[in-house]
């Protein structure tokens, strides 16, 4: 499991450090408080996009994405819809949800 919290992209570059910390991740805990749409307005606040996690991810070759730091002002059903997106392009994304538990499947876990 990897988290990755108060980082912030640079717009068409995959961070090496990050990505050396995800590396066949099962999880990657990543820091998604803002959309794309809206990293010019609040750049320089140290955060990121689930947009840039699932490109960060798929590079890794990480099994799941779970997105969390969201913005406090959004909404549940903005939530949903930006975890349903995420889905669309990345099958293990899911949104973090407070008091959420997982339970990893065998079928992700790494063999050694």
């Known amino acids: 499991v990897a988290v990755i919290t108060d980082t912030e992209h640079e717009p068409g570059k995959l961070d090496q450090a990050v990505l050396g910390?995800?590396?066949?991740?099962?999880?990657v805990?990543?820091?998604?408080t803002y959309t794309?749409?809206?990293?010019?307005?609040?750049?320089?606040?140290?955060h990121s996009t689930?947009?840039?996690g699932v490109k960060l991810c798929e590079a890794a070759g990480a099994?799941?994405?779970a997105l969390f730091h969201h913005d406090p002002s959004?909404?549940?059903d903005e939530l949903d819809e930006m975890?349903?997106?995420a889905k669309d392009r990345f099958a293990g994304a899911f949104a973090a949800r407070d008091g959420q538990t997982l339970k990893f499947p065998v079928s992700l876990r790494k063999k050694r």
Request: charged fraction near 45%; proline fraction near 0%; glycine fraction near 8%.
């Open 83 to 85: 975890e349903k997106l």
């Open 63 to 65: 099994r799941g994405l």
């Open 29 to 32: 805990i990543y820091d998604c």
């Open 50 to 52: 689930w947009q840039q």
């Open 36 to 46: 794309e749409e809206e990293m010019e307005r609040y750049r320089g606040n140290g």
């Open 74 to 76: 959004r909404t549940d």
């Open 21 to 27: 910390l995800i590396e066949d991740a099962d999880l």
